[in-house]
């Protein structure tokens, strides 16, 4: 069963040059190796950055296991670069003092992160993707002259970015017609003739922008996108007359509106985007009255009893604000007589009356959730017992009365049930 490559962090001194690498035809030991890296593949640069900078966090080695120890068949030149700056003796005579200078003071770097493989041909795969051109896609794509400018958001070739983007948007130009024409149109646009002849203002160079109206201003980068195309435009063009000279080309085109406007940008400004509304916090209303539950209503309907219909109607009718005190009087005497018509004894409260056992027998939660319901029945109980028969004392939390009655809308359901079946 084959390997599957893993991750790991390896010692630099466990790590050995590949004799065989592509880079360089076979060699019988590093020496020869180190020599010839050094020699012809720019070591010591690579060497200076790494000093500098570290090694590139998200290109790892990619080594072949040897027994205890590794050989790169990826990064062969990075680690050239970390054998004489560990140790100056190892890099060409020629280098050995450069070498010694970029190693004073450096801190080293004893490990490396690194992906193992088994073999070589478990490797070769990526290392063709990696070295072998583009391959229709799957292999590394460099970066075109347009989008190097972009990553680098140096001045360089920002007015040429700038014209090329724009003649793309307006449909002027193709994205394959513009490849490679960024040096060449960079050429032109960036000498004073031609910027005037076009309508160009690139005092600013992160804000370049047109002092032609538009018709005019396409008018004029249509000639000048044609005669890119033909060849007229070329990156041979050079000294100051040839410049002026295609300066007059472009203003001797004849404008549709006025010569000059307030300058305006020559790129879209990115679209803001929108304020996120500003949510005020609203507090919640109080409910003015006990809900009223049309299942409730039916459901005493069916049993048939007056009274209860009556009291219903009446605790979720009258208002909380000022009447708490007669809701709760109103909720606790609904649930005594309901409790009645389903069998309580006139001596029993009703908060014994709904026991577990009848909780069960109802098929309601006897778990954690009959907390929630004995400590509603017994809020009510205490809310409208003591209202009643108390000569100060009262309930004016009409919001708690609204809850208590939330949490026992299904046992009241199934207590008219269970009424309804003993009238039966």
């Not at 001797?252 to 996120?276: H, R």
């Not at 009356?353 to 778990?367: A, I, K, M």
């Amino acid at each position: 069963m084959a390997q599957t490559p893993f991750s790991k962090p390896v010692a630099v001194d466990q790590i050995f040059l590949d004799l065989s690498n592509p880079r360089h035809e076979p060699c019988d030991t590093e020496g020869e190796v180190i020599e010839y890296l050094c020699r012809n593949e720019d070591i010591l640069p690579l060497a200076k950055d790494i000093v500098d900078n570290g090694l590139n966090p998200i290109e790892p080695f990619a080594l072949l296991a040897d027994g205890q120890t590794f050989i790169v068949a990826e990064g062969n030149r990075r680690v050239c670069a970390l054998k004489p700056l560990s140790d100056p003796d190892r890099a060409p005579a020629k280098l050995s003092n450069s070498f010694e200078a970029l190693a004073d003071g450096w801190a080293g770097i004893p490990t490396v992160p690194a992906v193992i493989f088994p073999d070589r041909p478990s490797v070769k795969p990526w290392l063709t993707r990696i070295h072998d051109g583009q391959q229709g896609g799957i292999g590394r794509k460099k970066w075109s002259a347009d989008q190097s400018q972009r990553h680098s958001g140096s001045d360089k070739n920002k007015i040429a970015l700038a014209v090329l983007d724009y003649a793309e948007e307006a449909g002027l130009i193709s994205a394959d017609d513009r490849k490679g024409k960024l040096t060449t149109v960079q050429r032109y646009v960036s000498k004073k003739p031609v910027q005037e002849a076009m309508g160009l203002d690139v005092t600013d160079l992160d804000n370049i922008r047109k002092t032609k109206p538009k018709p005019d201003f396409d008018k004029v980068l249509v000639k000048f996108i044609g005669d890119l195309g033909s060849g007229h435009v070329n990156s041979r063009s050079k000294g100051k007359e040839m410049f002026e000279a295609y300066g007059r080309e472009l203003s001797a085109i004849e404008q549709l509106g006025k010569p000059s406007i307030k300058a305006e940008p020559l790129s879209k400004p990115a679209p803001e985007k929108p304020a996120k509304p500003v949510r005020r916090r609203v507090k919640p209303k109080p409910r003015t009255t006990l809900p009223f539950e049309h299942e409730i209503m039916d459901a005493l309907k069916e049993l048939d009893s007056q009274k209860l219909i009556n009291l219903y109607d009446s605790i979720t009718s009258v208002p909380l604000t000022p009447h708490a005190p007669l809701v709760s009087i109103g909720a606790w005497a609904f649930i005594e007589s309901l409790s009645g018509l389903a069998g309580r004894n006139a001596n029993t409260p009703f908060t014994s009356f709904f026991s577990t056992h009848r909780l069960q027998r109802y098929g309601l939660d006897t778990g954690k959730g009959n907390k929630a319901l004995f400590g509603a029945l017994e809020s009510i109980a205490r809310s409208g017992d003591v209202t009643k028969h108390h000569g100060t004392g009262a309930n004016f939390n009409g919001e708690q009365t609204v809850n208590d009655m939330d949490t026992l809308k299904k046992l009241i359901l199934k207590t008219i049930e269970d009424a309804a079946n003993q009238a039966s």
